[in-house]
């Protein structure tokens, strides 16, 4: 199988034999055949016909020669007129001297290993000839061709240049959108989106009947709505609605440009490529591959603009979702949702989905979406997908979907250099925490940035986040947690055999570096449990928020829930740990558990260092926020909680069982993210009162016992008590609530 390359044909028309009669000395001549009116026996000129074919590859060759299929297997010869001859005489020629000449690559004709030059000899009448030739395959199908007319002078050497120009069977037009969408076709009726004004490129692509790449001269003409050229650079105009569109057309190229005249234009495109036809005339070819589309440009991603996730479950076993779209009010510190202009990004493609059980979301730099969607098990492994910020606000699709190493993503987090960490939750090999990189586009790091499944020891990734750069953490380094179950350490009253088991070691952190080297953060799960990471940058610390069953000191007994706080030097070393909501009692526990990894609950750590942790009390959960302000000298800081928890698991009465917010086991925080200001947190709920599920704004920096009415909300602190009877306190203050059909999940601002 041979690449195809675009080769220069020449066409030595080389006189070997002189006319009937005519010079002698050092010339041969043709048997005298006189001239009949059936046929043609007059004289011939020898034509060696040369012709170069690649080998692949031929990417690196700066020559761009004309176009003959690597397929071909036959040149194809046919006199269509000649000057001093009747038709009957050109049939006579065709018929006795023209026709299929084969080629055998690595043959007598074509020698070597490639590129070949292979040389095929034909006799035409001296005079004015009109050639058609053809380059074909062995199937007959015409792969290039060319008809041009020769001026063939007998007794004298004579060299012609014969540009075939290629037959297309196939047109493929690609172009990219952003960072994420990468390199994709357009399909017919797809809409391809833009931002603004901005410039796309549209490349065209072709192949022959024997299904090989055309290039080089001898390509179609391509035309784009009528136009064939760029008219001298300044283009020409495409009627659009709600503005135009300019094109410009590079045939060297086969490219083109569209770029809108204003952010909210809508026009159709009309792509065709029909045969070059060199130099004005026919070269006998007919195609006309043709494909229409819709160019469509929005505003770029506006500040404040929340992309917030509805999963839907429609379908038995296929998790799939949609994303609701939203521009929040006084974007750096917001106070209220507007629905955005498309309102929802429905999840296209499949299998795999660009929205399907997303459990994280981040905008990029460009204002691309990026999620991780989980996954369910064969075969859906979940994946990173990408929407582009073109596809966003206009509503069109095109999303890169990428699988490679992907288990059940739970995570990601956007490094300082343009990367993309996911945390696969999954413990499969090979890789826990897998990394992307962007250059143009997306795609996979190499292999030393990751973190393997045996590198994390066996264990699954709960979440990862990026940290600032510094000496010890270069610019795209991450902090993901790792665990695969929580084994007591020695002393514990809940290690078994008598507390003979070995220190647990089944969770801890790791900091990623991009030059490959590694941290660990691994106390022997005294208090790095089934860890959730967040770093504070108001501090300079990295937050731990972790709870697992008997994972605290042997003073401590059930599910208890700590806060600790590390440094991110090359060694990481304790600056201070604290239980989270001590219930009392002896031994002491704080009866709160954080459920992690796509499973609820959840760690958010704002700017300014205010840190909220999603998780339960044995009653439902809750949402507590603690404040920047750090108290004591390490390894014992601490921080204070900012008021009362969030009580998503308040009773209606003191020590009753009716429950405010939802029924126990069918109420959850699906996530937990600071927008805009440094003091705003929104809460993803799911609850089995409809009226009370959704995304729940709160300010921690402002404190109030609750009230009603409040968008529909229950409590106040006469009518909601907490988990020990008492009237609910006075905490983050709920600043808005919209509420969503379907169980919400994961949200990404755009600041």
């Known amino acids: 199988m041979f690449m195809h390359k675009v080769r220069r044909l020449v066409l030595a028309l080389v006189a070997s034999a002189s006319l009937l009669g005519g010079c002698s000395g050092g010339h041969s001549t043709l048997p005298a055949t006189p001239l009949t009116t059936s046929g043609y026996s007059g004289p011939l000129a020898a034509a060696a016909f040369k012709i170069t074919i690649p080998r692949p590859p031929e990417s690196s060759r700066s020559r761009r020669p004309d176009y003959v299929s690597s397929s071909t297997a ?33 043959g007598a004709q074509c020698p070597g290993s490639g590129p070949w030059t292979c040389t095929i000899t034909i006799e035409l009448p001296p005079g004015s000839d009109n050639l058609t030739m053809s380059a074909q395959d062995s199937s007959s199908n015409i792969l290039s061709q060319q008809i041009q007319t020769f001026a063939v002078v007998a007794g004298m050497a004579n060299s012609f240049s014969v540009t075939f120009d290629a037959n297309a069977s196939s047109m493929t037009v690609s172009t990219s959108s952003g960072f994420c969408a990468g390199s994709f076709n357009v399909a017919a009726n797809q809409t391809v989106p833009t931002v603004g004004t901005t410039a796309v490129t549209f490349s065209a692509t072709y192949q022959d009947p024997a299904s090989k790449p055309i290039v080089g001269p001898g390509l179609p003409l391509l035309n ?17 609605t709600g503005g135009n569109v300019t094109v410009k057309v590079t045939q060297a190229t086969q490219t083109y440009t569209l770029a809108a005249t204003t952010s909210s234009t809508s026009a159709t495109i009309n792509v065709s490529a029909t045969p070059k036809n060199t130099a004005g005339s026919s070269d006998g ?246 860890p959730l990471v967040g770093y504070d940058a108001h501090n300079g610390v990295l937050v731990i928020a972790a709870s697992g069953a008997c994972n605290a000191p042997s003073s401590a007994t059930g599910s208890t829930a700590f806060l600790d706080m590390w440094t991110v030097d090359a060694v990481p070393v304790k600056r201070g740990s604290q239980m989270i909501y001590d219930a009392g009692g002896s031994p002491d526990s704080s009866n709160f558990t954080i459920p992690g990894g796509g499973a609820g609950g959840g760690l958010a750590v704002s700017s300014s260092g205010y840190i909220a942790i999603g998780g339960s009390t044995g009653a439902g959960p809750e949402v507590q926020v603690f404040t920047p302000t750090v108290s004591g000298t390490a390894p014992n800081q601490t921080r204070a909680t900012d008021g009362a928890p969030i009580p998503f698991d308040a009773t209606t009465t003191s020590g009753g069982s009716t429950y405010a917010y939802g029924t126990p086991g069918k109420t959850f925080v699906t996530s937990l993210r600071f927008l805009g200001s440094s003091n705003k947190l929104l809460i993803g709920f799911h609850s089995d ?16 016992v609750p009230s009603n009415p409040r968008s529909g909300q229950p409590c106040t602190n006469t009518t909601c008590f907490d988990e020990f009877g008492n009237p609910v306190g006075s905490g983050p203050t709920l600043v808005a609530f919209q509420a969503t059909t379907n169980h919400p999940l994961a949200s990404a601002y755009h600041p």
């Open 224 to 240: 784009v709505n009528g136009h064939t050229d760029d008219n001298g650079g300044a283009g020409y105009t495409i009627t659009g």
């Open 689 to 704: 009162k409809a009226s009370l599920q959704g995304f729940y704004l709160y300010d921690v920096a402002n404190l109030s």
């Open 285 to 530: 070819l007919s195609f006309n591959k043709t494909l229409t589309f819709t160019f469509q440009s929005g505003a770029a991603p506006p500040s404040g603009l929340l992309a917030a996730v509805e999963q839907t479950n429609t379908t038995p076993g296929n998790s799939s979702g949609q994303v609701d779209l939203f521009t929040m009010t006084n974007p750096s510190d917001p106070t209220a949702f507007n629905v955005a202009s498309p309102a929802t990004l429905a999840p296209t493609g499949g299998p795999p989905k660009d929205v399907d059980n997303p459990q994280d979301m981040v905008f990029d730099t460009n204002g691309d979406l990026l999620l991780a969607n989980g996954g369910a098990g064969n075969p859906d492994f979940g994946n990173f997908a990408c929407i582009p910020a073109g596809a966003i606000t206009t509503g069109a699709n095109a999303a890169t979907i990428l699988t490679s190493h992907l288990d059940d993503p739970v995570s990601l987090a956007l490094g300082g250099d343009s990367s993309v960490a996911l945390a696969n939750i999954a413990p499969a090999p090979p890789y826990s925490l897998v990394e992307y990189l962007l250059s143009g586009t997306y795609s996979e790091a190499p292999t030393s940035r990751e973190v393997s499944y045996s590198q994390a020891g066996n264990e699954g990734a709960l979440n990862v986040v990026a940290l600032p750069a510094s000496a010890a953490t270069p610019s795209g380094t991450f902090a993901a947690g790792f665990s695969s179950g929580a084994n007591p350490p020695l002393g514990s009253p809940c290690n078994p055999n008598n507390g003979s088991d070995p220190a647990g070691n089944s969770s801890q952190v790791i900091l990623k570096r991009p030059d490959g080297s590694t941290g660990t953060i691994n106390d022997s799960n005294n208090t790095v449990v089934e």
């Open 74 to 106: 036959k040149i194809v010869f046919t006199l269509n007129t000649a000057s001093n001859l009747t038709s009957a005489q050109v049939t006579s020629v065709n018929t006795n001297d023209l026709g299929a000449k084969a080629i055998t690559l690595g």
